[in-house]
C-alpha cells in the first residue's frame, strides 16, 4: 500500500467535482467504497492516503490524479518559523482554524522533510496552549512537558527558548488551579532556562511577573517586593502594556497587605489611568478594586464603596465572573464594618456564587460570610462557611491563609464545647509562629493575574 501525501490542491479538486454531480459523501462512498470518513479527511487535505483508495475516487470524478500531485505547493526553506508565528498569532483569533493550518502545516512538513525535533517541538507548544486558552488544563501541561522532553533529548532547542516558554505555560495552568507551589517551581525553572540571546525575549519578563504574582499569593512579600522593583528600573517591561500593569497591581497589593495604604493608592491611580488609556477594562476593574481596599483600610468607607461599586459596573465585561467575586467579598467586608448586616450578607451570597468556579476566591468569600455571622452573635450561622473555608484552604495547602478563619472556629467550639476545638486552636498557633519567624504579614489580598505569551 503506498501512501501519498493528499496537498491541497487534490483536496479541492475531490471536492468542488463531488459538488458539481450533486453527490453527497456517503454516495461517494457506496460507489468507491471508500467510508465516509475517510473521504472527509480526504477533502480536508493534507493527509497520507492509500493511491489507490485517491485512484478511484479520481477515476470516478474523471480528475487527473498524477497532474494534481505534480501542483503540490513546496514550503518555502527556512518557513517554519514564521508560519509557526503566524499560527500561533491565529490562535488569538479563531482556535479552530490555526489548529487545522497546524495540522496541514504538521503533515506536509512531516511528508517532505520527515518528523524533526524542530517541528515536533513547535507543534506539541502550540497545541499545548491550544488546551490551556481551551482550559484543558491536565492536557496543556501533558504537551508542554513533551515540549521539554524532546528538547532534552535533541539539544537544539535552547535559541527558540521552548523549553523556557512551556515551563511559563505549565506555571500558568498550575497558577490558575491554585496550586502555587509546583506553580512557582515550574516559574523558576523557566527563569533558568531561559536564553537572552534567543528567541521570545520576553518571556523572561513574563516569567517573573508571574513568580512575584505567587510569591504575593503566598503572603511572601518581601521576596515579590524585591523582584518588583528590581524590574521596575528596568523599563523595558513598558513595551508590554498588560506587564507593565500587572507589576503595578501587584506593588499595590503588596503596599496595601504592608499597611502602606498611601503609597498603594498612587500606584492604584497610575495603574488606572494608565489602563483606561489601553483601554483594558478587566485591569481597570483590578485598580478600582484595589484603591477600594485601600481607602476600606484608611477607614474612609464612603470612597471604598465609591470605588468598589465603580469596580461593579464593570462585571458584565469581565469574563473570569470568579474575579468579580473578590470585589462584592470586600464591600461586603465593609457594609459588614459599618453594621449594615442584611446588605453585606446580600453581597457576600453573591460573591460565594460567583466564586464557585475558584476555590481560592471561594475561601475568601466564605470565612468573610462566617464573621458577618460571628459579629452578630450567631456563631452557629457562621460555623458552616468558616469550616468550608477551612477546608479549602487545607486543601489547596494553604493554611497559613485561614488563620483568622481558624481563631474563630477555636472560639466558637470553645463556648459551645464541641470537639476538635483544641486541633483548631493548636493548628491556629503553629500558624502565627512560623508567620513571626518568617516575619510575614497577611491581610486581604485581590486578583493579580499574569498577561499571557
Known amino acids: 500500500m503506498a501512501l501519498i501525501l493528499v496537498n ?26 471508500i467510508s465516509s470518513a475517510h473521504l472527509y479527511n480526504i477533502e480536508k487535505g493534507y493527509i497520507r492516503a492509500d493511491q489507490d483508495k485517491l485512484q478511484k475516487i479520481c477515476n470516478l470524478f474523471d480528475l487527473n490524479l498524477e497532474k494534481l500531485l505534480e501542483d503540490e505547493d513546496l514550503p518555502v526553506e527556512g518557513n517554519l518559523s514564521e508560519i509557526m508565528q503566524l ?19 504538521e503533515t506536509q512538513q512531516i511528508h517532505l522533510e ?7 517541538m513547535n ?26 522532553s524532546i528538547a532534552n533529548e535533541s539539544g537544539e532547542s535552547l535559541v527558540h527558548n521552548f523549553v523556557c516558554a512551556s515551563y511559563y505555560g505549565i506555571s500558568q495552568v498550575l497558577h490558575q488551579q491554585n496550586k502555587l507551589l509546583p506553580a512557582l517551581q515550574a516559574a523558576r525553572h523557566g527563569i533558568n532556562s ?12 513574563l516569567l517573573c511577573i508571574n513568580q512575584a504574582s505567587i510569591l504575593e499569593k503566598l503572603d511572601r512579600d518581601h521576596e515579590a517586593l524585591r523582584l518588583i522593583e528590581s524590574l521596575w528600573d528596568d523599563r523595558k517591561y513598558m513595551d508590554f502594556s498588560d506587564a507593565r500593569l500587572n507589576l503595578y497591581q501587584i506593588r499595590v497589593e503588596i503596599l496595601t497587605k504592608q499597611g502602606r495604604f498611601r ?32 481607602f476600606s483600610s484608611l477607614g474612609d468607607l464612603f470612597m471604598a464603596k465609591l470605588y468598589f ?26 457594609l459588614m464594618q459599618q453594621q449594615r448586616y442584611e446588605e453585606a450578607i446580600s453581597h457576600l451570597k453573591y460573591a460565594i456564587e460567583l466564586a464557585k468556579e475558584d476555590e481560592f476566591y471561594l475561601a475568601k468569600a466564605l470565612s468573610v460570610m462566617g464573621e458577618c455571622y460571628y459579629r452578630q452573635g450567631l456563631e452557629l450561622e457562621a460555623l458552616p462557611y468558616l469550616n ?43 500558624n502565627q509562629i512560623h508567620k513571626q519567624l518568617q516575619g510575614v504579614n497577611h491581610m486581604f489580598n485581590f486578583v493579580n493575574e499574569p498577561p499571557d505569551a
Not at 123 to 132: E, N, T
Not at 268 to 278: M, T, V, W
Open 8 to 33: 491541497g490542491r487534490l483536496a479541492q479538486a475531490i471536492k468542488e467535482a463531488r459538488n458539481a454531480r450533486n453527490m453527497h459523501q456517503d454516495d461517494v462512498s457506496i460507489e468507491t467504497g
Open 87 to 105: 499560527i500561533e498569532w491565529e490562535l488569538t483569533e479563531n482556535l479552530s482554524k490555526a489548529m487545522e493550518h497546524l495540522r496541514q502545516f
Open 114 to 120: 520527515g518528523k524533526t525535533p524542530l517541528l515536533e
Open 123 to 148: 507543534c506539541s507548544y502550540l497545541r499545548g496552549k491550544h488546551a490551556k486558552m481551551r482550559e484543558r488544563h491536565d492536557v496543556a501541561i501533558q504537551y508542554f512537558k513533551q515540549v521539554i
Open 194 to 205: 531561559f536564553q537572552p540571546d534567543g528567541e521570545r525575549t520576553y518571556l523572561y519578563l
Open 263 to 294: 503609597e498603594a493608592i498612587q500606584f492604584a491611580r497610575e495603574g488606572l489611568d494608565l489602563s483606561r488609556l489601553d483601554r483594558n477594562i478587566h485591569r481597570q476593574f483590578e485598580f478600582l478594586s484595589s484603591l477600594g481596599v485601600a
Open 309 to 334: 461599586e465603580k469596580a461593579i459596573q464593570l462585571e458584565p465585561k469581565i469574563r473570569r465572573k470568579y474575579l468579580v467575586s473578590t470585589t462584592y467579598t470586600q464591600l461586603g467586608r465593609i
Open 388 to 430: 468550608n473555608a477551612r477546608e479549602i484552604y487545607s486543601n489547596l495547602k494553604l493554611d497559613h491563609m485561614g488563620d483568622n478563619v481558624l481563631l474563630l472556629i477555636s472560639d466558637i467550639s470553645l463556648r459551645y464545647q464541641s470537639s476538635g476545638y483544641e486541633n483548631s486552636l493548636q493548628t491556629y498557633l503553629q
